[in-house]
């Protein structure tokens, strides 16, 4: 993100506006900039949205501290907030000053994105209890047991709805306009589809077979991959590559709950193909949103990918060894970091 006036910078007198500029289009989240004067009175007047652009009128002239506040809603429905000063003729006290120490872990505050990773963890593996042990079930062999199993993966599915949208208000501000904002936004209408399909996914337990539940699992994983990191230059891509991965993932470790709870040998076979598409995809993900491993370890996303890699090669590991247990405890594991990755914002 680029701003005028930029950060630290101190001007000969007030500009007429503060203007940020973003690398994608962005929303603006409830007010999208506040600017508060160095008596910490509001100074931002009209905010104007186009495109990568958001612009805010200034209203004051006085002299000293301002503190720019701003939260925005990317295309890709990932949240980004911030906060910077600048100053006029000189530098001076601000009773907003605090905001600038305010902890951020990459574009949301700590507990943001701690709440992120929960609620994408709750929704994946609610998404392979659900849409992966039928898949199983109905490829391999049904098993009584098998029904609890989707019931639970039901419930995790709707849950995490909730839990996405707290997160997401946790990772900009607990404030009525940003709520507004974020349930008008493209966010708030994913997480209305995706609830929709965990509710049908409840009315369609009742239906003597399940096979109707692989398309609400296709339309759930194309779901993801709609509030998923685009790929500049290549439109959808980012998304179609997220769904398909999101899809093998779920097929892979919801076959692993299938294969523990009754195991059958022809799992093998299934595991290594829905494995195989999981870690194509993922690799092609981590080269487009690292320059193609120029920022794995110099970025956030870079390090959580670097940590992505090892878990699912351990859980190969132990696929290789047969021990499908903690091949599943692993691959949950690996699921809390693909979460991880996914609520941090790419290097590129």
């Given at each position: 993100m680029q701003s005028d006036p930029q950060p630290d910078a101190v001007l000969v007198s007030a500009p007429p506006e503060v203007t940020l500029v973003f690398s994608e289009p962005v929303t603006p989240a409830g007010a999208g900039?506040?600017?508060y004067g160095p008596s910490g009175a509001p100074a931002a007047g009209r905010v104007t949205s186009t495109g990568a652009v958001l612009k805010a009128q200034l209203t004051a002239t006085e002299q000293g501290t301002y503190i720019v506040s701003w939260q925005v809603l990317a295309a890709d429905t990932h949240p980004s907030r911030g906060v910077f000063a600048f100053a006029v003729g000189r530098e001076s006290p601000n009773p907003f000053a605090s905001l600038l120490d305010a902890g951020s872990a990459g574009t949301a505050t700590p507990l943001g994105l701690?709440?992120?990773v929960i609620a994408r963890w709750v929704h994946f593996i609610g998404f392979a209890l659900t849409f992966g042990v039928v898949a199983d079930s109905l490829a391999i062999r049904p098993h009584q047991a098998f029904r609890r199993l989707i019931v639970a993966g039901v419930v995790m599915l709707a849950a995490a709805e909730p839990l996405a949208l707290l997160a997401q208000l946790a990772s900009l501000s607990f404030d009525g306009d940003t709520a507004v904002a974020v349930l008008g936004s493209n966010f708030g209408r994913l997480v209305g589809l995706r609830l929709g399909v965990a509710l049908l996914a409840w009315t369609f337990l009742a239906l003597p077979r399940l096979w109707p539940m692989l398309a609400l699992g296709a339309?759930?994983?194309v779901l993801d991959g709609a509030g998923a990191h685009g790929v500049p230059g290549w439109p959808l891509?980012?998304?179609?590559?997220v769904a398909v991965?999101?899809?093998?993932?779920?097929?892979?470790?919801?076959?692993?709950?299938?294969?523990?709870?009754?195991?059958?040998?022809?799992?093998?076979?299934?595991?290594?193909a829905t494995l195989g598409v999981a870690v194509g995809t993922g690799l092609a993900l981590a080269i487009v949103h690292t320059e193609a491993g120029a920022a794995l370890v110099s970025s956030d996303y870079g390090r959580a990918v670097i940590l992505k890699v090892l878990v699912v090669g351990l859980a190969i590991g132990l696929?290789?060894?047969g021990r499908r247990r903690w091949e599943l405890a692993v691959a949950a594991g690996a699921i809390g970091v693909a979460a991880l990755v996914g609520a941090l914002p790419p290097a590129f």
């Open positions: 900039i506040k600017v701690a709440l992120q339309l759930d994983a891509a980012g998304q179609a590559l991965h999101v899809g093998a993932i779920g097929l892979w470790v919801g076959g692993l709950v299938a294969f523990v709870t009754a195991p059958d040998r022809r799992f093998g076979r299934s595991a290594a696929a290789a060894l």
